[in-house]
DNA sequence: ATCAATTGCGTTATGCTATAACGTGTGGCA
DNA sequence: TGCCACACGTTATAGCATAACGCAATTGAT
């Protein structure tokens, strides 16, 4: 059931998973020069594969992506997904909720809107760095 | 109370405003060139103030920008804001739901996360282009 | 009135993000 | 064997955003 992945996905997708937090394109295309990567298209096109598989999450506002934390049940299994993203350290929780989804459904039910793709993603302070 | 706009700033807004969709800070650039703008920093600059008196809205999933469609009341007077973008004909249409407030307030509030700004967008398909 | 602080403006240069377009190599398979 | 699909590598280019500089106008306190 795993994906298989070649191998410039899996350093892209180890890149990510060993990251403290969200990485954009040039940085991941940076950490893996040792690797023998040295075009921003390789890692793009690793990542679009991976972004397929449900493997990480593109965070929109902010042009960079990050390892899924559910990396047991990939494959889009879990709805609609709400990223709470630390603007003092930059770390990321992921979050699921049915409610979001039924009020977000309701929405754009109302606009006979066809949803294909949901973002979801709340800028702000964590608790680690609201507390200090 | 009406926020008093600078030339620069009335010419973007003026932009947006009469667009049909979403536009680009370069394609705003190129819109005003026969008004004297000639460098994406003029467009930049009055995007940023139009942002902070939330008169218009950045949508992060297509690096453009859009006009508050709630000319009325500015100033972030409402709260959260969800918009649907039709990925067809490029419509945007701004939603408000408490019931989401209430949601993502719970999610954010259990993992102690304090939220500065919330972006929520859905990419899809709006009634006129899933009709045809 | 004047000085200082603030704000907007214009320009040049630069950096970051993403894709187009081309060709190569490999494995599966009729 | 010939075809197809796919991943890959490379070069070039397009699209998005900001740094750093200096000037001009406004405000507002003294």
Chains 1, 2 share one sequence.
Do not use: W
């Not at 989804?101 to 754009?108: D, F, G, N, P």
């Amino acid at each position: 059931m795993a994906q298989q992945l070649t191998r410039n996905q899996s350093l892209v997708l180890d890149a990510l998973t060993h990251a403290e937090g969200p990485l954009s394109a040039y940085t991941i295309l940076d950490k893996l020069r040792d690797h023998g990567f040295r075009a921003p298209l390789q890692v793009y096109r690793a990542l679009d594969k991976l972004l397929e598989f449900g493997m990480i999450h593109r965070l929109e506002s902010m042009n960079s992506f990050v390892a899924c934390s559910h990396p047991d049940h990939h494959h889009h299994d879990h709805g609609v997904t709400a990223f709470a993203i630390c603007e003092d350290c930059g770390q990321v929780t992921e979050m699921h909720d049915a409610g979001i989804e039924e009020r977000l459904s309701v929405l754009a039910g109302r606009e006979h809107f066809k949803t294909e793709k949901t973002t979801i993603e709340i800028r702000g302070h964590c608790q680690n760095c609201t507390s200090g």
